[in-house]
């Protein structure tokens, strides 16, 4: 679908009844949330010499909440969770991909963009929405909040905690330009 077309698809879903979301939004939201994942969209940008908010994105993000519906993830009785079934973590193919996500506990959800060459060490939390650029390293014990974006060649150190900004829609998310130290 091409871009203007679906902003405004999300833009008529985010504003039309519940009833008609759930009932033609997912076909919309799946190809949006698509988007996301391949980073062709984010919820704020780099235009010139500033940054603009996507507040569309962060309304197709938020639509995803009100379409799901709350299903068990659970993978065992021990190691159980339910969530929204339009937010599973995210399948990675970090060989194919150039993502190394080391392991011992990270959860990354769908709908996040994490591209070649991000290291992310356990145990992490990126959650929808986040953009994490090329070359960073996401230390352990790191939580990446909701549409927060993270430039290239960042290194987010232990224990550090980046916020998440989805509401409302036209608020700034939490900009971490490149080659910075986080922590």
Known sequence: MELSRLRAEIERLFEAPIEEVRER???IFEEFKQQLNEGRIRAAEPVGERW???????KGILLGFRIGALTDYSINEQFRFSDKDTYPLKALDGVRQGIRVVPGGTAIRDGAY????VVIMP?????VGAYVDEGT???SHVLIGSCAQIGKRVHVS???????VLEP???WPVIIEDEVLVG
């Open 25 to 27: 939004g997912r076909p």
């Open 52 to 58: 603009i908010v996507n507040a569309w994105v962060k």
């Open 114 to 117: 994490i591209a070649p060459g």
């Open 123 to 127: 145990p992490s939390y990126i959650n």
């Open 137 to 139: 390293m996401v230390d």
């Open 158 to 164: 232990a224990g550090a905690q980046i916020g998440g």
């Open 169 to 171: 829609p036209g608020a």
